[in-house]
């Protein structure tokens, strides 16, 4: 069985959760990171969502590429299904990105789109309506602002920028409470 690529642009980046052979940075044409799904699961509930990152039409985004060894890809998928499909507000879809100081030419890999005739699908919001949601949510992976602020810390060590992330993340830094002396 052939080797699988997952291509990771939010928290897949920073904490994927499964077995892989390498991580490489990576690009994808054709759609970009976009804080624009309500999540009812992992960062909010269907009655006071929070957002996550979904992978949008247009533009380009970086992130990481990982190579999981073919005896893995099937349990790997199987997780990815488990963790990503919780609500299938994301399009299982295959994709070529290309790897940095890799082979010339791309490599597919396994990556989630989101499916914008979702429910959960939230397009584009004000930075206002964006921090109300983000900082009123928390789901079964934690409290929302932890996964944005996470995603802009992995994303800067990476040296990738992501200009509405950064704004958001300084706006949630700003009204986090002082740790208590």
Same mark, same amino acid.
């Given at each position: 069985?052939?080797?699988?690529?997952?291509?990771?642009?939010?928290?897949?980046?920073? +904490?994927?959760?499964?077995?892989?052979? $390498?991580? @490489?940075? #990576? /690009?994808?044409?054709?759609?970009? *990171?976009?804080?624009?799904? !309500?999540?009812?699961?992992?960062?909010?509930?269907?009655?006071?969502?929070?957002l996550?990152?979904?992978?949008?039409?247009?533009?380009?985004?970086?992130?990481?590429?990982?190579?999981?060894?073919?005896?893995?890809?099937?349990?790997?998928?199987?997780?990815?299904?488990?963790?990503?499909?919780?609500?299938?507000?994301?399009?299982?879809?295959?994709?070529?990105? +290309?790897?940095?100081?890799?082979?010339? $030419?791309? @490599?597919? #890999? /396994?990556?989630?789109?989101?499916? *914008?005739?979702?429910?959960? !699908?939230?397009?584009v919001?004000?930075?206002?309506?964006?921090?109300?949601l983000?900082?009123?949510?928390?789901?079964?992976?934690?409290?929302?602002?932890?996964?944005?602020?996470?995603?802009?810390?992995?994303?800067?060590?990476?040296?990738?920028?992501?200009?509405?992330?950064?704004?958001?993340?300084?706006?949630?830094?700003?009204?986090?409470?002082?740790a208590?002396?």
């Open positions: 069985m052939q080797d699988l690529w997952v291509f990771g642009y939010g928290s897949l980046m920073w +904490r994927p959760g499964f077995e892989f052979e $390498e991580a @490489v940075p #990576a /690009l994808l044409n054709g759609a970009h *990171r976009s804080l624009c799904i !309500y999540s009812w699961v992992h960062r909010g509930t269907e009655t006071r969502p929070g996550v990152l979904g992978l949008d039409r247009g533009g380009a985004c970086r992130g990481m590429a990982f190579r999981v060894a073919g005896r893995n890809r099937d349990s790997v998928v199987a997780y990815l299904r488990e963790r990503e499909q919780a609500t299938m507000v994301y399009l299982e879809a295959h994709r070529r990105v +290309r790897l940095a100081g890799g082979p010339a $030419e791309p @490599v597919t #890999a /396994l990556t989630y789109l989101v499916d *914008r005739a979702h429910p959960q !699908y939230a397009g919001l004000s930075l206002e309506r964006q921090l109300e983000v900082r009123g949510g928390v789901g079964q992976s934690g409290a929302n602002p932890d996964y944005v602020l996470n995603t802009v810390d992995h994303l800067s060590e990476l040296g990738i920028r992501d200009r509405g992330l950064e704004e958001l993340g300084r706006h949630l830094r700003q009204s986090v409470p002082a208590a002396g």
